[in-house]
Structure formats: C-alpha cells, structure tokens
C-alpha cells in the first residue's frame, strides 16, 4: 500500500475495529464474519471517504462510522461476486463459498449488507444513505449487465466495458469520495468535484485490476493466474488483445475463454498475446486517461485538507501490483 500519513492510518485502524464490532451472538456468524474480516484488504474506498471527509467541523467518530459503512458495502459485494463468478481465493485465501458453500457465502452477503444499512440509519443523514443506496443498486445493477455482456462476448464494444466497470466499481469510489465531502459540508460544486473525482479514480483502479490479472502470470500479486479469463471475463486487456490479434488467434482466445482447466502451454500462449506491445500500450493510455481526469478534478480541490494524500493515491494506482 502506499504512504499514508500516521492520523488516516490510525482512522483505517478504527474502521477495521469498528467493522469488527458488528458481530453477531451465533457462532456460526461470528466464525464466518470474522474469517471475512481479519483478511484486511486495501480499504481503499474507506480511505477515499476519510480524505473527503477531513474537516474541523466533522468529529473523527462519524467520519470512521462513514467509512466503515463503505466498506461493509464493499465487502458483501465481494462476497456475492465469489459466488456469482465461482472464484475460490480472495484476498489471498480461500473465498467464503470455498470455505463453507454458495448457500452461506450469499447469506453472509446479505448479513453484511444489512450491518451497513443499520449503521447507515444510525448515522442518520438523509443525502448520505440516498446516495449510499443508489450506489448500491448501480453496483447490483452492473453485475447483471455483465453476466448479459459475457453471453455476447463476441460483439461486446469498448463503451459496454466502461458502463460496466464505472458500476460496479467506479459508483462505489464515487460514493466514497461524494458522502465523505458531504460531511464536511462543504459546496455543492465541491462535493460535485469529489463523486467526479472518485468515478474517473475508480474506473483506473478496475483498468489496473484487470492488467494485474495477466500479470499475476509471472508476479507474484495475490491473484491466481488468469483468474479473469478462467472466469470467462472480458476485461480491458482482453478486449484490446481482440481487436490486435489475428482471427486465428482472436478463436483461439475465445475458444478457451472461461475454462479453468488450461494447460501450461496454452496459458503462456494467453499471456503473450494479451502482452503484447499494442494491448499494453491501449490498455495503459486508456488507464493514463481516467488517471488524468482524476488528477483534474483534484487541481480544483487544493485548498482540501486532503489533496496531498489523494494525489499519492491517485499517483499510486498507476503502480500498484496488489
């Protein structure tokens, strides 16, 4: 992860703590939640909603309640998405649905959704839980439209794969970023300027996610090789790989798109065709656009108590191998 300064990172802490509160009494729920939450991820997007939030005239203990909320939102999506997409590692282990079953990976989901909801009315802030709610039906909103792209997969467009990936993880970033300045009640225009910042932020965070996939080939970022593609995933690289190679090499792509028994030969073959020159190079320039547009939005954001911290953010997505 990079730099944050000693405060953030002792507010991240909290939120870890808080999260950890919200047990319940019913061993089988402690032993699932706890499994859940003590594999710590990035908490990027809580992050993103304690730099927006940062105010004088905000106490320390909403701004973690807010975050908090945002990451148990992110949380159980991830956790529908193991079963949705069959994956069996996440964060390094084994994915709930590994662990225990689909049965009690969606349930577990929903258990966790229904914490942040409960919190949300705690926090009692009617724009706040409106924009949180929306965001999460945008976010179930994408997981259907991308389970209908992967059916037509061979006519599926460039602008069908930003719609996608703006949803599913670009709304919440947008989210964070937007709930987070409202509760410095700061104005409309800024707050505007934060949910623009967090959408362009989110969507280079999913462009990077996606090249990591392939390189997870050959570097060692916590991710199982291919793990996209196995998936039957049509991720930016894949994409851009398609519209470069051949018609013998597009077939070949397609033919074992989404089988998880590859050989070794033919994996090496995936990876070098999705590393080529031409798709790392559209694939980058397309990640460098959403980067710029992050950094645009935050030039108009100087005098924040956050800027510094959100350009290192920002400069870290470019970087990242996690």
Not at 140 to 166: C, H, P
Not at 208 to 233: I, V
Not at 272 to 300: F, G, P, V
Request: net charge positive.
């Amino acid at each position: 992860m990079h730099k944050i300064n000693k405060t953030t990172q002792i507010e991240l802490d909290r939120v870890q703590a808080t999260i950890k509160k919200e047990l319940s009494s019913e061993k089988i729920i402690q032993e699932i939640y706890e499994y859940i939450f003590n594999a710590e991820g990035k908490k990027t997007r809580a992050l993103i909603s304690l730099l927006a939030s940062k105010s004088k005239n905000v106490k320390p203990a909403i701004r973690v309640n807010l975050a908090s909320i945002i990451e148990l939102l992110h949380t159980a999506t991830l956790v529908h998405d193991d079963v949705v997409d069959e994956s069996e590692r996440r964060r390094g282990t084994k994915s709930v649905n590994q662990v225990w079953s689909n049965s009690y990976s969606v349930l577990m989901g929903d258990f966790i959704y229904s914490k942040a909801f409960i919190l949300m009315v705690k926090l009692n802030i009617s724009p706040i839980l409106d924009e949180l709610a929306k965001a999460t039906n945008d976010i179930a909103k994408g997981e259907i439209i991308q389970l209908e792209l992967f059916e037509n997969r061979e006519s599926i467009k460039l602008k069908d794969l930003l719609k996608v990936s703006y949803l599913k993880t670009g709304r919440l970033f947008e989210a964070s970023a937007k709930t987070g300045a409202m509760l410095g009640n700061i104005p409309a225009n800024e707050i505007k300027c934060f949910g623009l910042l967090g959408k362009a932020l989110g969507i280079a965070f999913q462009i990077q996610d996606d090249l990591l996939d392939y390189e997870a080939f050959k570097l060692d970022t916590g991710k199982p090789s291919l793990k996209d593609f196995k998936e039957g995933k049509i991720t930016f690289p894949l994409y851009f790989a398609m519209q470069n190679v051949g018609f013998k090499d597009k077939e070949f792509l397609l033919k074992y798109l989404g089988d998880d028994h590859i050989s070794k030969t033919h994996q090496a073959k995936i990876y070098k065709l999705i590393q080529s020159e031409e798709t790392q190079r559209a694939t980058k320039t397309l990640l460098k656009k959403y980067i710029d547009e992050a950094n645009r939005h935050l030039e108009s954001l100087k005098h924040h108590p956050c800027y510094k911290e959100m350009l290192n953010l920002i400069t870290f997505s470019t970087i990242r191998k996690i």
